[in-house]
Protein backbone atom coordinates (compact mmCIF):
# COMPACT_ATOMS: atom_id res chain seq x y z
CA UNK A 1 0.00 0.00 0.00
CA UNK A 2 3.15 2.58 0.60
CA UNK A 3 4.49 1.81 -2.73
CA UNK A 4 1.58 2.52 -4.28
CA UNK A 5 0.84 6.00 -2.50
CA UNK A 6 4.62 6.72 -3.09
CA UNK A 7 3.91 5.85 -7.16
CA UNK A 8 1.27 8.27 -6.92
CA UNK A 9 2.89 10.99 -5.69
CA UNK A 10 5.75 10.34 -7.60
CA UNK A 11 3.97 10.65 -10.94
CA UNK A 12 1.80 13.17 -9.81
CA UNK A 13 5.61 15.49 -9.31
CA UNK A 14 6.34 14.40 -12.44
CA UNK A 15 3.74 15.40 -13.95
CA UNK A 16 3.62 19.13 -12.02
CA UNK A 17 7.44 19.27 -13.48
CA UNK A 18 6.95 18.21 -16.67
CA UNK A 19 3.99 20.71 -16.81
CA UNK A 20 6.00 23.56 -15.63
CA UNK A 21 9.18 22.77 -18.17
CA UNK A 22 6.62 22.80 -21.31
CA UNK A 23 5.18 26.12 -20.00
CA UNK A 24 8.31 27.97 -19.66
CA UNK A 25 9.64 26.50 -22.87
CA UNK A 26 6.69 27.75 -24.71
CA UNK A 27 6.74 31.34 -22.60
CA UNK A 28 9.86 31.65 -24.18
CA UNK A 29 9.27 30.87 -27.76
CA UNK A 30 6.37 33.69 -27.47
CA UNK A 31 9.13 36.00 -26.33
CA UNK A 32 11.60 35.59 -28.61
CA UNK A 33 9.04 36.12 -31.74
CA UNK A 34 7.13 38.88 -29.84
CA UNK A 35 7.11 42.23 -32.12
CA UNK A 36 5.47 45.57 -30.63
CA UNK A 37 3.59 47.10 -33.40
CA UNK A 38 3.74 49.77 -31.35
CA UNK A 39 7.45 51.06 -31.17
CA UNK A 40 8.35 53.37 -33.75
CA UNK A 41 12.30 52.94 -32.62
CA UNK A 42 14.22 53.27 -36.30
CA UNK A 43 18.07 54.45 -35.33
CA UNK A 44 19.32 57.40 -37.27
CA UNK A 45 22.99 57.41 -37.61
CA UNK A 46 25.58 59.89 -38.14
CA UNK A 47 29.38 59.22 -37.78
CA UNK A 48 29.39 57.29 -34.12
CA UNK A 49 26.37 59.25 -33.26
CA UNK A 50 22.70 58.19 -33.51
CA UNK A 51 18.96 59.11 -32.35
CA UNK A 52 16.67 56.17 -31.64
CA UNK A 53 13.71 57.97 -34.25
CA UNK A 54 13.18 60.45 -36.48
CA UNK A 55 9.54 62.02 -35.23
CA UNK A 56 9.11 62.38 -31.96
CA UNK A 57 5.67 63.54 -29.83
CA UNK A 58 5.48 66.21 -27.16
CA UNK A 59 6.41 64.66 -24.25
CA UNK A 60 9.06 62.26 -25.60
CA UNK A 61 12.28 62.65 -24.70
CA UNK A 62 15.53 62.74 -27.77
CA UNK A 63 17.59 59.41 -27.16
CA UNK A 64 21.08 60.68 -28.20
CA UNK A 65 23.95 58.04 -27.58
CA UNK A 66 27.57 58.20 -29.11
CA UNK A 67 29.35 55.08 -29.81
CA UNK A 68 33.37 54.93 -30.06
CA UNK A 69 34.10 58.40 -30.96
CA UNK A 70 37.53 59.27 -32.09
CA UNK A 71 40.32 60.31 -29.89
CA UNK A 72 40.56 62.98 -32.28
CA UNK A 73 36.77 64.86 -32.36
CA UNK A 74 36.14 67.43 -30.44
CA UNK A 75 33.14 69.63 -30.73
CA UNK A 76 29.21 70.61 -29.33
CA UNK A 77 26.48 68.92 -30.34
CA UNK A 78 23.32 71.18 -30.60
CA UNK A 79 19.63 70.26 -30.76
CA UNK A 80 18.71 73.42 -33.12
CA UNK A 81 14.97 74.05 -34.03
CA UNK A 82 14.49 75.27 -37.59
CA UNK A 83 11.78 77.64 -38.26
CA UNK A 84 9.76 78.59 -41.00
CA UNK A 85 11.93 81.51 -41.76
CA UNK A 86 15.40 79.79 -41.83
CA UNK A 87 16.05 81.01 -38.89
CA UNK A 88 17.42 78.66 -35.63
CA UNK A 89 16.16 78.18 -31.91
CA UNK A 90 19.29 76.33 -30.12
CA UNK A 91 17.07 74.26 -27.48
CA UNK A 92 20.08 72.77 -26.01
CA UNK A 93 23.84 72.30 -26.44
CA UNK A 94 26.60 69.65 -24.95
CA UNK A 95 30.11 69.52 -25.73
CA UNK A 96 31.99 66.24 -26.37
CA UNK A 97 35.60 65.21 -26.64
CA UNK A 98 37.03 61.81 -28.09
CA UNK A 99 40.02 62.07 -25.90
CA UNK A 100 38.11 62.02 -22.43
CA UNK A 101 35.35 59.96 -23.23
CA UNK A 102 34.33 57.99 -26.28
CA UNK A 103 31.02 56.71 -25.70
CA UNK A 104 27.98 58.35 -24.07
CA UNK A 105 24.06 59.01 -24.23
CA UNK A 106 22.14 62.45 -23.51
CA UNK A 107 18.90 62.99 -23.39
CA UNK A 108 17.39 65.87 -25.27
CA UNK A 109 13.64 66.99 -23.75
CA UNK A 110 12.20 70.07 -25.62
CA UNK A 111 10.38 72.10 -22.95
CA UNK A 112 8.22 75.11 -22.42
CA UNK A 113 10.39 77.85 -20.57
CA UNK A 114 9.51 81.40 -20.54
CA UNK A 115 12.87 82.37 -19.66
CA UNK A 116 13.93 80.87 -23.57
CA UNK A 117 10.42 82.66 -24.94
CA UNK A 118 9.50 78.82 -25.77
CA UNK A 119 5.50 79.55 -24.40
CA UNK A 120 3.76 77.29 -25.77
CA UNK A 121 3.45 74.12 -28.29
CA UNK A 122 3.70 75.72 -31.71
CA UNK A 123 7.17 76.82 -29.94
CA UNK A 124 8.41 73.38 -29.94
CA UNK A 125 6.85 71.30 -32.62
CA UNK A 126 8.42 71.68 -35.79
CA UNK A 127 11.69 70.31 -37.73
CA UNK A 128 15.05 69.96 -35.62
CA UNK A 129 18.21 69.25 -36.50
CA UNK A 130 21.01 67.62 -34.44
CA UNK A 131 24.06 68.99 -35.35
CA UNK A 132 27.94 68.15 -34.97
CA UNK A 133 29.98 71.14 -34.58
CA UNK A 134 33.35 71.06 -34.82
CA UNK A 135 33.23 68.20 -36.66
CA UNK A 136 32.39 66.54 -40.63
CA UNK A 137 29.55 64.82 -39.07
CA UNK A 138 26.16 65.36 -41.02
CA UNK A 139 23.35 66.83 -38.96
CA UNK A 140 20.96 64.45 -38.19
CA UNK A 141 17.12 65.36 -39.31
CA UNK A 142 14.33 65.05 -36.70
CA UNK A 143 10.35 65.90 -36.15
CA UNK A 144 8.30 66.72 -33.23
CA UNK A 145 4.92 66.45 -34.13
CA UNK A 146 1.41 68.19 -32.43
CA UNK A 147 0.57 64.57 -30.81
CA UNK A 148 1.01 63.94 -27.09
CA UNK A 149 2.83 61.37 -25.68
CA UNK A 150 0.10 60.02 -23.07
CA UNK A 151 0.24 61.49 -19.55
CA UNK A 152 2.32 64.42 -20.58
CA UNK A 153 0.17 67.07 -21.89
CA UNK A 154 0.29 69.00 -18.74
CA UNK A 155 3.88 69.73 -19.05
CA UNK A 156 2.56 72.08 -22.32
CA UNK A 157 0.52 74.41 -20.72
CA UNK A 158 1.34 77.72 -22.04
CA UNK A 159 3.59 79.64 -19.62
CA UNK A 160 3.97 82.98 -21.18
Known sequence: MKKLSVLIVLIILIAIITTIVIS???FSEEIDKYIDENDD????????????REEYRLGHK?????NEVNQNDKGVI??????????????????????????????????LN????????????????????GTNFESIKLKIINKYLPGSEYRFEPVC
Not at 62 to 66: C, G, Q, R
Not at 85 to 111: A, E
Request: glycine fraction near 6%.
Open 24 to 26: IYS
Open 41 to 52: TVWIHSGPFSID
Open 62 to 66: IFLIA
Open 78 to 111: KLVKINEDGSQKIFKTYRFDGMKKQSFNIYFSPY
Open 114 to 133: EVSSICSVEDVIGNYEVIFE
